[in-house]
């Protein structure tokens, strides 16, 4: 396939997916091409399967016009995450329906064992769904740590002690399908463009609140990652000079004040609940300790937004975190010390959006890379 037509199924494909259902002459319109290219790219996706007609439709002259739309089950994609709680697994359609999820702690963090259980999982979830080797568009794998995402490899992470991990060829060798690398919070920021809250956003960051706290950037419609795959460490922005001691080896960084093991820390010295549900029923129960310790992680954290905006003059920032932690406790002091930090709130208009963390969140982020990839081939499975 040359390159021109490779980039005209792209197009073809994008535009429909962003404005389906939509006909052929509405697709010349919206990318430019010729009604001849738009054509021939779309007999061609139909003929693979990867479109289907929908229906018909009169334009302004009265003559009808076929719609178009993807057909989500032509693929499917593998999505792997590394998460607190082990190795989360999805196999999602085209749309990013979760058709098969599992989950297992994991093994150990040497690499081979990671890549072990991964081979294992994907297997497990093809048992549940009969899916040809030719139906699988790819595998994508979301890890902490910073990434460079070309090249598939683990550059440094702290959580599970790696540095310079090639994990994408060792994917794809063990699998035989295309892999894709990506750092957890960046595919979680992907799979919100494509299919969560970020939807209609240009500029936006998905910032998450777990055991650690990161965040995934985008401008302009592009993940953003820096030179070296570092971005988005929102977790180590400095909130209190001499603070408590981080997991990074420094002092004063919004993790060691806010993620989830330092409100817990917090609860247990005042002698609070020292697990989340229970921390938070007892702020609900009404509590002014346990309400405290919330308002004051939200006050850290809306602060460090209001930071962020300042940088990047973002449209929206969504919020990921347990629902325990993001009580209206938490939301309240983190919106108003937002506001109140904010040069810039009156006139940019912010969006602050909260995003439930459920167990497919992180994996279906993964996937996203493999659709991502998939779309960007002209629809090609390998």
Not at 136 to 163: M, Q, R, Y
Not at 275 to 281: E, I, K, Q, V, Y
Not at 297 to 325: C, E, F, K, M, V
Request: proline share 4%; aromatic share 6%; with cysteine.
């Amino acid at each position: 396939m040359s390159s021109g037509t490779r980039s005209a199924l792209t197009t073809v494909l994008q535009t429909i997916r962003q404005h389906s259902p939509v006909s052929r002459a509405s697709l010349t319109r919206m990318t430019g091409l010729s009604p001849s290219v738009v054509s021939t790219s779309t007999k061609q996706l139909l003929e693979r399967g990867l479109l289907e007609e929908h229906g018909i439709h009169q334009d302004t002259l009265g003559r009808p016009q076929v719609l178009l739309k993807i057909n989500p089950s032509h693929a499917v994609a593998f999505g792997m995450a590394l998460t607190w709680s082990g190795l989360h697994a999805v196999m999602t359609d085209l749309e990013g329906t979760v058709l098969a999820s599992h989950a297992v702690p994991l093994v150990s963090d040497a690499p081979d064992q990671v890549i072990a259980q991964c081979v294992a999982e994907m297997a497990e979830l093809r048992k549940q769904h009969k899916v040809r080797n030719k139906d699988i568009a790819g595998v994508g794998l979301a890890l902490p740590g910073w990434i460079d995402s070309e090249t598939g490899t683990c550059l440094k992470s702290t959580v599970h002690g790696w540095n310079g991990v090639q994990f994408r060829p060792l994917l794809e060798d063990a699998l035989g399908y295309p892999a894709f690398v990506e750092n957890d919070a960046n595919a979680l920021a992907v799979g919100e463009k494509w299919f969560g809250l970020a939807k209609h956003y240009e500029n936006y960051a998905v910032v998450t609140l777990v055991d650690g706290i990161g965040a995934g950037i985008y401008t302009y419609n592009q993940l953003y990652r820096g030179s070296r795959g570092a971005t988005g460490e929102f977790g180590h922005i400095n909130i209190a000079i001499d603070g408590p001691a981080c997991t990074c080896g420094k002092r004063g960084c919004l993790e060691a004040l806010a993620s989830i093991p330092a409100l817990l820390q917090q609860a247990a010295a005042a002698g609070l609940p020292a697990d989340l549900p229970g921390l938070t029923a007892a702020a609900v129960s009404g509590d002014p300790k346990a309400q405290a310790v919330f308002e004051t992680a939200g006050r850290y954290i809306g602060y460090a937004l209001s930071t962020l905006n300042h940088i990047l003059d973002l449209q929206a920032i969504i919020i990921t975190a347990p629902a325990d932690y993001l009580n209206p406790y938490l939301k309240e002091a983190l919106e108003v010390s937002y506001r109140d930090n904010s040069v810039l709130f009156a006139d940019t208009r912010m969006d602050i959006l909260y995003q439930e963390e459920d167990s497919d969140i992180w994996a279906l982020g993964a996937a996203s890379l493999a659709i991502q990839a998939f779309y960007e081939r002209g629809g090609v499975i390998r």
